[in-house]
């Protein structure tokens, strides 16, 4: 069985492959990395992929206003209301600099604060990932800049077992150990990037608990994608993960990923 994404989709998924051949090219050489100013990482390959996206969203609608994380980083945040793009054009440069290969350029579309389409690649593991509302959500391999077969995603029920739960590999925290210990686990693994995201949507694993600070951009496309494929993100507090949140300056609180 097969999914097929729309012309729209098709459009972000093309755009986040150019992204990556953009990012391999720079993974191939003796990068290196500088820090921000909130001393988190960046390298030439977050600033290139960054500018293919931008041209290429403004190519696909030039009215709908783009947040993306470098251009955030240095001051320039457009004014946003209803609907606007999410990009993290290199989500997880620490594993990019480690080169263990999870890492992935992130393009969300955000509707009233709602994910309802995003992208998710990871262009050293040839995996795409991609979810739109009524749409349904999807994954493929790479190969020849194209997808060689897309495979539905569907979240799965909790096994009774037990859940796999996936963590960050970058920033385990003591939260997340104690909300662990409420849990019953059957095995526990780690992950890079939004492919946490991707791996519950794809039934490979139950919970993705995240209590340390992330960004909408970090977490907008993996949420469509999970949407899409019949999951949900709830805040610590209840209410399910919203965006557009200006006033704090566009970070997230904690949050659960699950079926």
Not at 165 to 171: D, E, K
Request: aromatic fraction near 8%; include cysteine; charge should be negative.
């Amino acid at each position: 069985m097969s999914l097929a994404p729309s012309a729209f989709m098709q459009a972000l998924i093309d755009l986040a492959i150019r992204a990556g051949t953009e990012i391999m090219a720079i993974y191939a050489t003796d990068f290196t990395a500088t820090a921000k100013g909130d001393l988190t990482p960046v390298t030439e390959a977050d600033e290139a992929a960054e500018k293919l996206i931008l041209a290429g969203l403004a190519r696909i609608n030039p009215a709908i206003p783009v947040i993306s994380e470098e251009a955030a980083a240095a001051g320039r945040i457009p004014e946003v209301s209803e609907t606007f793009f999410l990009v993290d054009p290199l989500d997880g440069t620490k594993e990019f600099i480690s080169r263990n290969g999870e890492f992935t350029v992130n393009i969300a579309l955000v509707e009233h604060g709602v994910p309802v389409a995003g992208v998710v690649y990871a262009p050293a593991l040839r995996r795409m990932f991609w979810g739109e509302r009524q749409t349904g959500a999807a994954q493929g391999r790479i190969e020849a800049d194209a997808a060689t077969a897309w495979q539905p995603l569907g979240v799965r029920p909790l096994p009774a077992e037990g859940a796999t739960v996936v963590a960050s590999r970058s920033h385990r925290d003591q939260a997340t150990e104690d909300y662990l210990s409420t849990v019953k686990v059957k095995s526990l693994c780690s992950a890079g990037s939004s492919l946490k995201f991707c791996l519950v949507a794809a039934a490979e694993a139950d919970l993705y608990p995240r209590f340390g600070r992330t960004m909408e951009w970090d977490t907008a496309a993996g949420h469509a994608v999970l949407l899409a494929a019949g999951g949900r993100v709830m805040t610590v507090d209840g209410p399910a993960l919203s965006y557009g949140k200006r006033a704090r300056g566009y970070d997230n609180p904690g949050f659960i990923a699950s079926a």
